[in-house]
């Protein structure tokens, strides 16, 4: 267990909607990261967040976009979702830019 | 051409054996480079994590690093049936302002007892 949390474990939603997926970090903490794997591009890196300011933007689309907030909790938020959005999308956190955790992931199916 | 490049596999090998397991990469600037294993459907678990060009290691464990070559390798001794997982090669330039880590596309490994 890397003592971070992710909720919920699985989503399926329908083309069109928009979800939300919550992350917790290790105690301590002050950076999350969200990155999204598919079967055909890997893991790839969306955003980071330190101590509720976003840090560095990746390969994330318009449609999607996070926060952190004061308790260090980070959201993640999913709109007008396509069938390619499925995949799986795993937080982590780490100190301040060392060594990463990862939680166990959101498994979204969009249909 | 991708940052970092990683053969997919699958990697097969019998139980007990040294298993060998690489990454090449194009940026000079990466400066941490880091292993995890990911279990299906399960979140990466780190394994190693170094700095710069050298070795480490850790129980079965050892990573390389060779910036002059721009090539970082795992090495698996005694390797066990529990081994079985994807292997994910990770690299950051670690700049103050971020740690965003690219990642390899993995190596499937199976250990047969």
């Known amino acids: 267990d890397s003592g971070v949390t992710q909720t919920p474990k699985h989503l399926i939603t329908a083309t069109g909607q928009r979800v939300t997926l919550r992350c917790s970090p290790r105690s301590g903490d002050l950076s999350v990261y969200w990155y999204q794997q598919s079967l055909d591009q890997g893991l790839q890196f969306l955003i980071q967040?330190?101590?509720?300011?976003?840090?560095a933007k990746g390969n994330i689309l318009e449609r999607f976009s996070a926060q952190q907030f004061p308790d260090l909790h980070s959201e993640l938020n999913l709109s007008s979702l396509e069938l390619g959005d499925s995949a799986l999308y795993f937080c982590?956190?780490?100190?301040?830019?060392?060594?990463?955790?990862f939680g166990p992931g959101t498994r979204l199916t969009v249909l | 051409q991708k940052e970092v490049e990683q053969d997919p596999g699958p990697l097969s090998v019998p139980e007990g054996a040294i298993v060998s397991l690489n990454c090449t990469y194009s940026n000079s600037a990466f400066q941490y480079f880091m292993w995890y294993r990911q279990y299906s459907r399960k979140g990466p678990e780190l394994l190693m994590y170094?700095?710069?060009?050298g070795n480490k290691e850790d129980g079965r464990f050892t990573a390389q690093v060779d910036k002059s070559s721009k090539y970082i390798s795992l090495f698996i001794r005694d390797s066990q049936p529990s081994d079985s997982a994807t292997y994910l090669c990770?690299?950051?330039?670690?700049?103050?302002?971020?740690?965003?880590?690219?990642f390899g596309q993995g190596t499937t490994l199976q250990v047969k007892p």
């Open positions: 967040y330190y101590n509720g300011e976003e840090r």
């Open positions: 170094t700095y710069s060009s």
């Open positions: 990770a690299m950051s330039a670690g700049s103050s302002n971020t740690g965003k880590l690219i």
């Open positions: 982590a956190s780490s100190v301040i830019t060392d060594t990463q955790y």
